[in-house]
């Protein structure tokens, strides 16, 4: 089992940028690719970006591809989500995710979630 708990959510205006963390415990983060899913209400929850278990390949939906950076320290068992540039639309709650699978984008693939994170943009 791994334990996945997001923090760093909150209200941000439109342009600005706020960091999302997941920490991690339970079974070693290094042996699991992680990823960011977003679900804003009434939605259905959307992959939003993705890492390799090392951290050196990373992936993101096209909608937030040069806005958005995700990366990982293994020692610290923890994942960061950098979003600048932040837009209404991106409204939602942020999920931490853990995978076996490499490269995964579909919910079924993840194996492990947080509880989610609350971002709010307003206009």
């Known amino acids: 089992q791994v334990q996945l708990v997001e923090s760093g959510g909150g209200l941000v205006q439109a342009g600005g940028s706020l960091r999302l963390s997941c920490e991690a415990s339970?079974?070693?983060?290094?042996?699991?690719?992680m990823g960011w899913f977003r679900q804003a209400p009434g939605k259905e929850r959307e992959f939003v970006a993705g890492?390799?278990?090392?951290?050196?390949?990373?992936y993101y939906a096209s909608f937030v591809k040069g806005r958005f950076t995700t990366s990982r320290d293994n020692a610290k068992n923890t994942m960061w989500l950098q979003m600048n540039s932040l837009k209404p639309e991106d409204t939602a709650t942020y999920y931490c995710?853990?995978?076996?699978?490499?490269?995964?984008?579909?919910?079924?693939?993840?194996?492990?979630w947080g509880k989610g994170t609350l971002v709010t943009v307003s206009s």
């Open positions: 995710c853990a995978a076996t699978t490499t490269y995964a984008r579909a919910k079924e693939n993840w194996d492990y």
């Open positions: 890492i390799t278990r090392n951290g050196v390949g990373t």
């Open positions: 339970g079974r070693t983060f290094s042996a699991y690719n």
